[in-house]
C-alpha cells in the first residue's frame, strides 16, 4: 500500500482499494455460479462502499463512493459498465466535527477522466469533493445518504507536531553513489500511526526541441512500508544504485521520437516523503492484503456503519535536498544519454 502523495495518488489509490473490494465480490458471485443447483442472485440488497481519508495538511478532501452489484451474466463484463457500480443518482455527502455538529461540510461530485484501464469501468469516474481542510487532531464525523439508507463513519485526525525526519540530516545537499550500500531514513513515530509510507521523489526539468517552455517531471525511484507500534523512531533503508537504475529506466520517455526532442534535462529537488496512516486504515490494510497463510478466509473489516469501505486519516512529512556537485558530475558524465546538463 502506499498513502498518496498527491491527488492522483489519492485516486489511484481509492480505485485500488475499492477494486479489490469489489472483485472480491465479482470472484465469489462466479465461483458460486458454478453450481447449478443454486440460484445466487438473492433479493437486491444495496452494498455501499466509501473510501475516505482525511488529511489537515491538504485543502480539499475526497471521497469515492461505489456501490457493490450482482446481477444475472458475467459479473467481469457488468464491471465495464459504470452503472454496475457507480451510483447515477448524486449522495447527500456530508462530514462535521464531533464538537460543533452545526459546522457541516457538503460534498459536491467531480468526474475525473484518467483512471486506468483494469477489471472496472474507465476513464471516467465519479469522486466526491469539497474544499474543505480538517484541523489536526479532532475527531470527524461522516454521513453518506442514499434513499432510505444511511451509512455513518467517524475518524480522529493527528498532527506531525514535533515530527521530523530527522535522517537525512540538515546538509541542504545529498550525495547519492552507485552502490549497494545501505543508506537510511529515519522519522520519529507517532503514536496515533500504527503504518508508515516511504517515497523518495526526484524532480528534474526538460527542454524540447523548438520550445523555449520548460517540462517538469519527477520518478519516484524508492517505495517501502514501515509498521511500528514501539519505540520513538522508525526506520527505512535505500540504495544509491536503485536511484540511478531508476534513472535509466523512467526518464527517457518510451517513445523513441519523444525522447529524440528532447535536447536537455537539469537536476531538480529530491524529495524525502513519509506519509502516516491512523489506526483504522493500518487495520484495513492488514486484512485486505495478500496473505502468506494457508488460512485465506480472513474477516472483512470495515469502520463503518451500513456500509462497508474505510473512512480514516492520514498526515505526510516532507524534507528537500539537492543533489551535491559529485552526484550531478556522475550523472553528466557516466549518464550522459539522459541529457543532464546540471
Same mark, same amino acid.
Given at each position: 500500500m502506499y498513502i498518496l502523495y498527491n491527488f492522483a495518488s489519492l485516486t489511484d489509490f481509492i480505485m485500488k482499494h475499492i477494486s479489490l473490494i469489489l472483485f472480491a465480490l465479482v470472484t465469489l458471485f462466479l465461483y458460486t455460479g458454478c453450481s447449478n443447483d443454486v440460484d445466487i442472485n438473492a433479493e437486491y440488497e444495496q452494498i455501499t462502499v466509501v473510501y475516505g481519508l482525511l488529511d489537515p495538511y491538504d485543502d480539499t478532501t475526497y471521497l469515492k463512493i461505489n456501490k457493490a452489484f450482482l446481477g444475472q451474466g458475467n459479473a467481469l463484463i457488468m464491471a465495464q459498465v459504470p452503472d454496475s457500480s457507480e451510483f447515477i443518482e448524486k449522495l447527500d455527502v456530508t462530514i462535521w466535527p464531533e464538537d460543533n455538529p452545526e459546522n457541516i461540510v457538503s460534498f459536491d461530485t467531480i468526474t475525473l477522466t484518467n483512471k486506468e484501464a483494469g477489471t472496472f469501468y474507465n476513464p471516467n469516474q465519479v469522486v466526491y469533493f469539497s474544499p474543505f481542510q480538517p484541523e489536526v487532531d479532532k475527531t470527524y464525523q461522516l454521513r453518506v445518504v442514499y434513499k432510505d439508507t444511511e451509512i455513518t463513519g467517524e475518524t480522529t485526525t493527528f498532527s506531525f507536531s514535533q515530527f521530523d525526519i530527522t535522517s537525512p540530516g540538515f546538509a541542504l545537499k545529498i550525495r547519492i553513489d552507485n552502490t549497494t550500500d545501505p543508506r537510511v531514513i529515519i522519522w520519529n513515530r507517532k503514536d496515533e500511526a500504527p503504518r508508515y509510507d516511504v517515497l523518495v521523489r526526484f524532480h528534474y526539468k526538460e527542454l524540447h526541441e523548438g520550445s523555449t517552455d520548460t517540462v517538469y517531471r519527477y520518478i519516484d525511484w524508492f517505495r517501502d512500508?514501515?509498521?511500528?507500534?514501539?519505540?520513538? =523512531?522508525?526506520?527505512?533503508?535505500?540504495?544509491?544504485? !536503485?536511484?540511478?537504475?531508476?534513472?535509466?529506466?523512467?526518464?527517457?520517455? =518510451?517513445?523513441?521520437?519523444?525522447?529524440?526532442?528532447? !535536447?536537455?534535462?537539469?537536476?531538480?529537488?529530491?524529495?524525502?516523503?513519509? =506519509?502516516a496512516g491512523g489506526t483504522e486504515l493500518n487495520t484495513y490494510m492488514e486484512v485486505t492484503e495478500p496473505s502468506n497463510s494457508i488460512i485465506q478466509d480472513r474477516p472483512e473489516y470495515t469502520n463503518l456503519n451500513n456500509g462497508i469501505g474505510i473512512f480514516s486519516t492520514r498526515a505526510r512529512a516532507i524534507k528537500p535536498k539537492k543533489l551535491n556537485d559529485v552526484t550531478v558530475a556522475n550523472i553528466k558524465e557516466n549518464y550522459y544519454q539522459l541529457k543532464f546538463r546540471f
Amino acid at each position: 500500500m502506499y498513502i498518496l502523495y498527491n491527488f492522483a495518488s489519492l485516486t489511484d489509490f481509492i480505485m485500488k482499494h475499492i477494486s479489490l473490494i469489489l472483485f472480491a465480490l465479482v470472484t465469489l458471485f462466479l465461483y458460486t455460479g458454478c453450481s447449478n443447483d443454486v440460484d445466487i442472485n438473492a433479493e437486491y440488497e444495496q452494498i455501499t462502499v466509501v473510501y475516505g481519508l482525511l488529511d489537515p495538511y491538504d485543502d480539499t478532501t475526497y471521497l469515492k463512493i461505489n456501490k457493490a452489484f450482482l446481477g444475472q451474466g458475467n459479473a467481469l463484463i457488468m464491471a465495464q459498465v459504470p452503472d454496475s457500480s457507480e451510483f447515477i443518482e448524486k449522495l447527500d455527502v456530508t462530514i462535521w466535527p464531533e464538537d460543533n455538529p452545526e459546522n457541516i461540510v457538503s460534498f459536491d461530485t467531480i468526474t475525473l477522466t484518467n483512471k486506468e484501464a483494469g477489471t472496472f469501468y474507465n476513464p471516467n469516474q465519479v469522486v466526491y469533493f469539497s474544499p474543505f481542510q480538517p484541523e489536526v487532531d479532532k475527531t470527524y464525523q461522516l454521513r453518506v445518504v442514499y434513499k432510505d439508507t444511511e451509512i455513518t463513519g467517524e475518524t480522529t485526525t493527528f498532527s506531525f507536531s514535533q515530527f521530523d525526519i530527522t535522517s537525512p540530516g540538515f546538509a541542504l545537499k545529498i550525495r547519492i553513489d552507485n552502490t549497494t550500500d545501505p543508506r537510511v531514513i529515519i522519522w520519529n513515530r507517532k503514536d496515533e500511526a500504527p503504518r508508515y509510507d516511504v517515497l523518495v521523489r526526484f524532480h528534474y526539468k526538460e527542454l524540447h526541441e523548438g520550445s523555449t517552455d520548460t517540462v517538469y517531471r519527477y520518478i519516484d525511484w524508492f517505495r517501502d512500508t514501515q509498521k511500528s507500534l514501539i519505540g520513538e =523512531e522508525v526506520e527505512s533503508y535505500y540504495t544509491g544504485n !536503485t536511484f540511478y537504475n531508476a534513472l535509466e529506466t523512467y526518464v527517457p520517455y =518510451e517513445d523513441p521520437a519523444q525522447e529524440e526532442q528532447v !535536447t536537455d534535462r537539469f537536476t531538480g529537488t529530491l524529495e524525502f516523503i513519509v =506519509e502516516a496512516g491512523g489506526t483504522e486504515l493500518n487495520t484495513y490494510m492488514e486484512v485486505t492484503e495478500p496473505s502468506n497463510s494457508i488460512i485465506q478466509d480472513r474477516p472483512e473489516y470495515t469502520n463503518l456503519n451500513n456500509g462497508i469501505g474505510i473512512f480514516s486519516t492520514r498526515a505526510r512529512a516532507i524534507k528537500p535536498k539537492k543533489l551535491n556537485d559529485v552526484t550531478v558530475a556522475n550523472i553528466k558524465e557516466n549518464y550522459y544519454q539522459l541529457k543532464f546538463r546540471f
